[in-house]
């Protein structure tokens, strides 16, 4: 394998580092999660998306689902998440990775009675922030118009009640 084809054709360098200090508030909260938006797609030209999420004791996350258009990698920063790779949920702690490819079944959750981080990292980018921040108001109104939203944000879930049985998508 080599590297790709350069894009930048300067001789000399360019100052555009983009630094975003601990001490950011997060972009979004919900309840007791926080999601602090590191990495968007519009920041990095779509190269990839980088969010903190910090969960809060019994947080729950988004059911058995996949993407067709980008991969998800998941790095646990504290406390314990549960992850699900498609055939089992592990609980995972600080240091623990996992990558999701395209088309890979995945969700997760904090079960514990403790808070826990983790950096989620999309690539390529996409616009995941819309997702993120009206989620939870599209699930309420439900329908067609839920569905569309998930197939606009590229989320393809597992039909819960089938979920035991391999499942079929919606």
Avoid at 146 to 160: I, K, M, P, Q, T
Wanted: proline share 7%; with cysteine; charged share 25%.
């Amino acid at each position: 394998m080599s590297y790709p084809e350069p894009r930048y054709l300067g001789e000399n360098g360019e100052i555009n580092a983009v630094h975003r200090p601990a001490d950011t508030p997060p972009d979004l909260i919900r309840g007791a999660n926080r999601t602090h938006y590191l990495a968007t797609h519009a920041a990095t030209g779509g190269e990839f998306g980088l969010y903190r999420v910090d969960m809060g004791p019994k947080a729950p996350g988004p059911s058995t689902h996949f993407h067709r258009t980008l991969s998800e990698s998941f790095f646990i920063l504290s406390g314990a998440v549960r992850l699900y790779d498609g055939e089992r949920w592990a609980t995972c702690g600080a240091g623990d990775f996992l990558y999701v490819p395209v088309g890979g079944l995945h969700a997760f959750k904090n079960d514990s009675d403790d808070p826990a981080s983790m950096l989620l990292l999309f690539s390529p980018g996409a616009p995941r922030e819309e997702y993120f921040e009206r989620v939870a108001e599209m699930a309420q109104r439900g329908g067609q118009e839920f569905a569309d939203f998930l197939v606009r944000h590229d989320s393809y879930f597992l039909d819960e009640e089938a979920a035991g049985a391999g499942g079929t998508r919606r």
